[in-house]
């Protein structure tokens, strides 16, 4: 289990009792985490004249998809190029069909034209840069087997990272704030004061107890399922994709809560273009990965499948996203895991643990 490397394993191993109690704390970490980050992410955007979306877009996702381009290097110096690579795919679909989809059900959620126009596009095109590099590999490999990421393909993945964020802070300029003319003016008066640094400070120590809260959660469960006999191929399949986009999820579903729907669309298309340039691309350059096959025919298609739906329901009229174009997403999440499970258990599928 990758996501619980960052947490000592002599932690979990505790009476289930006392698992149980982790299991309690964690999620209360969780919901305490993803409220204060939410509640700082708002203020901060309204105290340097931000909006909200793109501040969800570039701050707090990656605030959230840090830990996952840790735990992908660490994988992948561990010799687990598939874990590496498979955290970033994985995560994507989980963002764009679970979570996205999820909040989508239980609210409206309103179509910013300025980030879906911009940001949207590099959401898809991120997707499929690293859909055709993957196939560019493996043409000049002369077949799917044996396929391995370069070094260089990871360094450029990084080199496009520094320029999605460049180009993020220029949009951000160019984005009108949601916020009335008395109340802007008001806000940038406090750049100075204590305003921004408070913010910053509370964001980071929300996103830091989300993180901590979600790590234990994953790996507490992870010890009561197998104390239950759960097999460890299905544990892989499930936790380790859910897992690490768990801070996206309970961040994404405390800005419904507290009324920002904004952050929730910024986070996760921001989430997804860090998955492929700073995910993947932080793995790649540090340790050649090694891509699996089932990547070919299972795992890069559901991305894609994933990502043209949320582009094709952006395209769709209205001025908000409707409740059915969460039921399609969530029934491709479903789909796709009832696929995944279904080899696992076939024995097509072969998860390290």
């Known amino acids: 289990m990758v996501i619980a490397d960052i947490i000592p394993h002599v932690v979990f191993e505790q009476h289930s009792a006392i698992l149980l109690l982790f299991v309690a704390v964690s999620i209360s970490l969780l919901v305490f985490g993803a409220d204060r980050a939410v509640i700082a992410a708002v203020r901060l955007a309204r105290a340097i004249g931000m909006s909200t979306v793109i501040i969800g877009a570039t ?26 690579l498979g955290n970033g795919v994985g995560s994507i679909i989980c963002d764009t069909a679970l979570i996205f989809g999820l909040c989508c059900c239980l609210r409206r959620l309103p179509k910013d034209r300025f980030i879906l126009r911009r940001h949207g596009w590099l959401q898809l095109g991120s997707g499929v840069l690293l859909a055709g590099v993957l196939l560019a590999l493996a043409w000049f490999n002369g077949g799917f087997v044996g396929v391995v990421i370069p070094r260089v393909v990871g360094v450029v ?26 109340e802007r003016q008001a806000a940038a008066g406090a ?28 790996g507490s469960v992870e010890v009561l399922a197998i104390r239950c006999q759960v097999p460890r191929s299905v544990l892989a399949v499930t936790l380790v994709a859910f897992g690490t986009s768990l801070p996206e999820l309970v961040t994404g579903i405390a800005s419904i809560v507290k009324g920002h729907p904004e952050l929730l669309i910024g986070n996760v298309i921001g989430a997804d ?43 769709a009229d209205g001025s908000t996203f409707r409740r059915s174009h969460g039921v399609w997403l969530l029934v491709t999440f479903l789909g796709y895991y009832g696929l995944m499970l279904t080899l696992v258990l076939l024995g097509y599928l072969q998860y390290s643990q």
């Open 59 to 84: 701050v707090v996702s990656l605030g959230t998809t840090s830990p996952e381009a840790f735990v992908s290097v660490t994988a992948a110096f561990k010799g687990k190029g598939g874990l590496a």
């Open 157 to 182: 993945f990084l080199a496009l990272l520094v320029g999605y964020m460049w180009i993020s802070v220029r949009w951000a300029r160019e984005h009108p704030t949601e916020l009335p003319e008395h």
């Open 191 to 218: 750049i100075g004061g204590t305003v921004v640094v408070g913010s910053l400070l509370m964001l980071v120590a929300g996103l830091a107890l989300v993180l901590v809260g979600s790590n234990v959660l994953i």
């Open 273 to 315: 273009i860090l998955n492929v340039l700073f995910v993947v691309g932080a793995s790649s350059a540090a340790v050649p990965l090694g891509v699996p096959l089932e990547f070919y025919y299972l795992h890069i298609p559901i991305m894609l499948l994933a990502l043209v739906l949320l582009r094709t329901f952006i395209w």
